[in-house]
């Protein structure tokens, strides 16, 4: 009993002579005064959980409402939520692509081309892949005789079914192909190969390397012919040029390949160019004997300035201007590729070992890169053309 309780019994004692027996009223205002209190406590409790109960529903739906202002769009979640996905063909994204970014090049796998920017393409309607081109237009890649060019959006369209031989322009825009007797040489677009002319070369001859707009061309395969360039579009007339062993590529306003010396056993790095009596050697440069006479074994960097070379445990990468001059000058990555190198740009050039992706840089960097884990074995590079700017 409280000590109000107990005041109250005592002034209403005070009032009366004899303890109360039916009607205590005392009993009934100490009574009515806890039923009060138990009213005030409950109601207070009452109040106070509605009170939580608001609280957390309002909570919850400026969460919700937040969270739908927020929320990705469909087309913007497609691919990772398990909706359509517009973008990319079907397989979603391949585990560790994301490396594949640094890397800086698409890759081939069997017949599916793995982009920088993580989708899967497949190459199709080829046979067996023997060669994929990154260019302006999506993607030129080809099989035994069929070249198709895959477009952005993973369709894909016919450029020819008749390649014996063929070469894509470094700047990607343009293709060169020997069909039986007959060189052709067009654009591509989205559209496919739009043919701007043509020319009968003789059987077995085969395109190298764009000069402007003429087209260098290696003689009849197993046979000393050599090399010579024509003009598309104007009647071609053979001035072979035996002391050419290999040509790589445009540098400036001529090739850069290997020539013969007979009075040696190894071949020369020199600066070739175009006459009207056919190809001449303009300066021959450093003699080496580890430069091969194949045009598969030297890559040209895309500004023409440096010439990598794969070696048994190292990639090599001349300085073509001072080669040219007689001198040995370049930069040496250790690297025994198990791929061929490919240029990520005019300064980088990538191969791989079995510590992954090997780049390496004309200033001597070397940086290992990370290969998707799920990629398995057999796939290459995919070399990027694109037009280079002046200067």
Known sequence: MTVLEEAIREVFTSRVESPPVADDIAGRVIRRGRALRRRRSVGSSVAATLALALTLTGSLWLRGWSMAENAPTAGFAAGFDGGPDTTAPTGGLPTGLLHSTRIGLDLRVGDRLWTADGRKLALDGVGEIRRVYRVPAGWVYAGATEIRLLREDGSSIGLTTAASTWIVSPDGGRLALVADTVLQVGTIGPA??????????????????????????????????????????????????????????????????????????????????????????????????????????????????????????????????????????????????????????????IGADERGAVRCGTDGTQEIVPVPSDIGAGWRLVPRLTPVAAG
Not at 247 to 258: A, S, T
Not at 276 to 282: I, Y
């Open 192 to 349: 496919g190969l739009t043919l701007a002319a043509k020319a009968a070369v003789p059987l077995g001859a085969a395109p190298v390397a764009f000069l402007g707009e003429r087209i260098v061309i290696a003689g009849p395969s197993g046979q000393s012919t050599g090399y010579d360039y024509l003009n598309p579009g104007k009647t071609y007339k053979p001035t072979w040029n035996t002391e050419v062993a290999a040509v790589y590529g445009p540098h400036r306003d001529r090739v850069v390949g290997l020539v013969r010396r007979p009075d040696r056993q190894d071949t020369c790095l020199a600066a070739i160019e175009a006459k009207s009596a056919g190809l001449r050697v303009a300066r021959t440069g450093a003699c080496l004997p580890d430069l091969h006479p194949a045009e598969s074994e030297g890559l040209l960097s895309p500004d023409g300035a440096r010439l990598v070379e794969p070696g048994r445990d190292a990639l090599t990468l001349l300085d073509v201007d001072r080669a040219l001059l007689g001198q040995r000058v370049g930069v040496v990555c250790p690297l025994r590729t198990t791929v061929p190198p490919a240029w990520v740009d005019s300064a980088t050039v």
